[in-house]
């Protein structure tokens, strides 16, 4: 079936350090790709997306590919700031938001001054 | 985005009992759905809940345990029901966004069975 693997965490950057949190998917089809992010007791927010292949999301810094050859939509951000510390989920859903969001396991990224 | 708001944010409740909860949306929506998230776990979906309709649950969630209801656009409500502790978790709605192509959550419900 349809998944989404993402980096086991946690991850420790120092501030201004360079972020990257692996995802790669197995589909049947071309999903929509997204990354949400969760600050410590909050909700889940939407950070970037991206709907078909080569396509770039971008957002507070952050930016993902969507990688059809690899089957990746990685995370990246040129220097983090403790502020970014949250858990973040690499995410798949099919004809855009109408269908139901497959999330990866999540991975938690702690930055320290 | 929509702006979602959850009622009640966080609530302890014993064995055997039941909690609803409410998911309200500042804007009409077609879409709304219901995910649990277990502690330290990832997100999974419980069910849509159709609008005018019975909700459509996902493998492994049944309508006696999980009953939604969605008599309008823009609110539905969540009954865990016969709480036992495995039920703690954190529920939350989601709808899709005006640009059709994401989901917005709203804040979650923390419960906690004891």
């Known amino acids: 079936g349809d998944s989404v693997t993402q980096m086991e965490g946690p991850v420790t950057l120092s501030e201004e350090a360079f972020l990257t949190i692996n995802c790669t998917y197995t589909a049947t089809g071309y999903p929509s790709l997204f990354w949400y992010v969760q600050y410590p007791g909050e909700g889940l927010q939407l950070l970037l997306k991206a709907t078909k292949a080569d396509d770039k999301g971008s957002n507070k810094g952050f930016e993902a590919t969507y990688r059809k050859e690899t089957t990746s939509f990685h995370l990246e951000k040129g220097s983090v700031q403790v502020s970014d510390s949250a858990v973040y989920f690499c995410a798949l859903s099919f004809s855009g938001g109408y269908n139901k969001l497959i999330f990866g396991a999540g991975t938690r990224l702690a930055v320290h001054p | 985005s929509a702006v979602i708001s959850q009622k009640p944010s966080r609530d302890i409740c014993q064995r055997g009992t039941s909690l609803t909860i409410q998911c309200q949306v500042d804007s009409q929506v077609t879409m709304m759905f219901w995910y649990r998230q277990q502690p330290g776990q990832s997100l999974t979906l419980i069910a849509t809940?159709?609008?005018?309709?019975?909700?459509?649950?996902e493998s492994g969630f049944v309508i006696d345990k999980f009953p939604i209801s969605r008599p309008n656009l823009t609110f539905s409500t969540l009954t865990v029901s016969n709480l036992s502790p495995e039920d703690s978790s954190i529920y939350l709605c989601s709808v899709v966004g005006r640009g059709l192509n994401e989901q917005y959550f709203g804040p979650g419900t923390r419960l906690t069975v004891t």
């Open positions: 809940a159709n609008q005018g309709s019975e909700a459509t649950y």
